[in-house]
């Protein structure tokens, strides 16, 4: 994935990435509002040395209180230290918990030594900060003293003792809900991230291209129902321009020997196959194109339901050689456009489909028509269209929008070319309206496209 494929990822489930930031900044809020306050108090000390006539010790003192001010703050929070501030205050702690509360700094080249307690209670903190300031002097001076008849060289001055602060230092609620609106952003983008990492359904045209089979473009969704949406002559909605540059494209995959007989076939069912074949069928025939499109789905067909026409008698009716194609091939209305229906369904389609009768009827199609669209079973689940594909000039394979996946594509369209059958190409269908390339193009207007079919249309119907 590149950096457009990861904010294409966040665009889509930009609903997980809010959420989960309204959930981390809830999950900051509560935090703040379960957890105990917290008061800090912080006293200041200075040391010193006394003047005891040494005068080695005298010219060394700056540099001998410096190097021990950094061994006292390990002493300031040692149970010599806080055993009699326990006892003094009369905590119930031990002198390792209470040394979790107490923090000592002495910086570089100072004689300095800062003490912080953080309690619950303000006055404890400050109780328990000078107590401590007063016992370090005290035991400062037992560890100093070379005998117990000399007096400690060392002296502890406070500087600030300790005050009492309402104010508490923690929690802060602007940094929880800081912390935890950030945290929310980037589960956010992880999970829209995994899920887009882990969808392996076909969303763009480049994937199918990346898959092996040429791209003739995608259909964005219509209005839904029960019957496919039918283009209507003359139409400018995005499907209908959609569908006549698939129609282009189709001419176009073949320069020298345009493609005459297309088979329509999908992977699996419900990617919207029938509804290409019969949008197709109808956009060529508007074009000017002889066309004739066959319902050769024998298994589950849906052709003749959606365009309205008789299904009593057609393709297998003629296979059987119980009636001639001019009996039963129906013209539908004005357009143009040819329907031979599947008929009665046999017990055995595949073996029909792959007869001799079946190649002597594409034969005396091919010479009726411009264009034969034959709508075919899934390639996955039977061999129908697989066995129709290689009597065909090729296969038209019908991809559904972020439901087929990448795998079922791959194998469809290995078996088409386990049987030498050619791949003229891929449709992406029932894209979503954001995500369709038509978008932007009929935002703006396709007011200023010409209302009759383009110069490299001419050509190919005077073909």
């Known amino acids: 994935m590149d950096l457009v494929d990861y904010l294409r990822a966040l665009r889509k489930h930009w609903i997980l990435v809010v959420l989960s930031v309204l959930l981390g900044g809830g999950a900051g809020f509560g935090g703040y509002s379960t957890s105990a306050p917290v008061y800090r108090a912080d006293c200041l000390m200075f040391v010193s040395m006394y003047d005891t006539g040494n005068a080695a010790l005298l010219m060394q003192g700056s540099m001998f209180t410096q190097q021990r001010v950094q061994s006292y703050t390990?002493?300031?929070?040692?149970?010599?230290?806080?055993?009699?501030?326990?006892?003094?205050?009369?905590?119930?702690?031990?002198?390792?918990?209470?040394?979790?509360?107490?923090?000592?700094?002495?910086?570089?080249?100072?004689?300095?030594?800062?003490?912080?307690?953080?309690?619950?209670?303000?006055?404890?903190?400050?109780?328990?900060?000078?107590?401590?300031?007063?016992?370090?002097?005290?035991?400062?001076?037992?560890?100093?003293?070379?005998?117990?008849?000399?007096?400690?060289?060392?002296?502890?001055?406070?500087?600030?003792?300790?005050?009492?602060?309402?104010?508490?230092?923690?929690p802060d609620l602007t940094k929880m809900l800081a912390l935890g609106l950030l945290a929310g952003a980037v589960m956010g983008t992880g999970l829209a991230i995994l899920r887009e990492v882990l969808d392996t359904t076909v969303k763009t045209l480049t994937t199918i291209t990346d898959l092996g089979a040429p791209a003739l473009g995608s259909v964005p969704n219509g209005e839904g129902g029960e019957r496919p949406e039918l283009v209507v002559e003359g139409?400018?909605?995005?499907?209908?321009?959609?569908?006549?540059?698939?129609?282009?494209?189709?001419?176009?995959?073949?320069?020298?020997?345009?493609?005459?007989?297309?088979?329509?076939?999908?992977?699996?069912?419900?990617?919207?196959?029938?509804?290409?074949?019969?949008?197709?069928?109808?956009?060529?025939?508007?074009?000017?194109?002889?066309?004739?499109?066959?319902?050769?789905?024998?298994?589950?067909?849906?052709?003749?339901?959606?365009?309205?026409?008789?299904?009593?008698?057609?393709?297998?009716t003629v296979l059987a050689g119980r009636a001639d194609l001019d009996d039963v091939l129906q013209p539908y209305g004005d357009t143009g456009l040819s329907v031979l229906a599947a008929g009665p369904i046999p017990l055995n389609p595949a073996a029909l489909l792959g007869s001799r009768h079946m190649t002597e009827l594409l034969q005396r199609l091919r010479e009726r028509a411009d264009l034969v669209i034959i709508d075919t079973p899934p390639l996955l689940p039977v061999a129908d269209a697989a066995v129709l594909a290689r009597q065909a000039d090729g296969?038209?394979?019908?991809?559904?929008?972020?439901?087929?996946?990448?795998?079922?594509?791959?194998?469809?369209?290995?078996?088409?070319?386990?049987?030498?059958a050619t791949v003229l190409g891929g449709v992406l269908t029932m894209v979503p309206a954001k995500a369709s390339e038509y978008s932007y193009a009929y935002e703006y207007g396709y007011g200023y496209q010409p209302t009759t079919p383009s110069d490299a249309e001419h050509v190919l119907l005077e073909r």
């Open 74 to 170: 390990s002493v300031l929070e040692s149970p010599k230290v806080l055993t009699p501030v326990i006892r003094e205050l009369g905590l119930d702690t031990t002198p390792r918990a209470l040394a979790d509360h107490v923090n000592s700094t002495a910086p570089l080249g100072t004689v300095l030594i800062e003490v912080t307690v953080d309690e619950s209670s303000p006055k404890l903190a400050a109780d328990v900060a000078n107590s401590i300031s007063k016992h370090f002097g005290a035991a400062v001076s037992e560890l100093e003293q070379a005998t117990p008849e000399t007096m400690s060289p060392v002296r502890i001055n406070v500087l600030r003792p300790a005050e009492i602060r309402r104010e508490p230092i923690a």
């Open 235 to 316: 139409s400018r909605s995005p499907q209908s321009e959609a569908l006549r540059q698939i129609r282009t494209n189709l001419q176009f995959a073949d320069v020298d020997h345009p493609p005459r007989v297309v088979v329509v076939t999908s992977a699996l069912p419900g990617e919207g196959k029938s509804t290409t074949a019969v949008n197709l069928a109808l956009t060529s025939a508007t074009a000017g194109l002889r066309t004739i499109l066959v319902e050769g789905d024998l298994r589950l067909p849906r052709v003749a339901d959606y365009l309205g026409v008789e299904d009593s008698a057609g393709l297998t």
């Open 395 to 420: 296969a038209v394979v019908v991809v559904r929008h972020a439901k087929t996946t990448r795998d079922h594509l791959v194998r469809g369209l290995e078996r088409l070319r386990a049987v030498d």
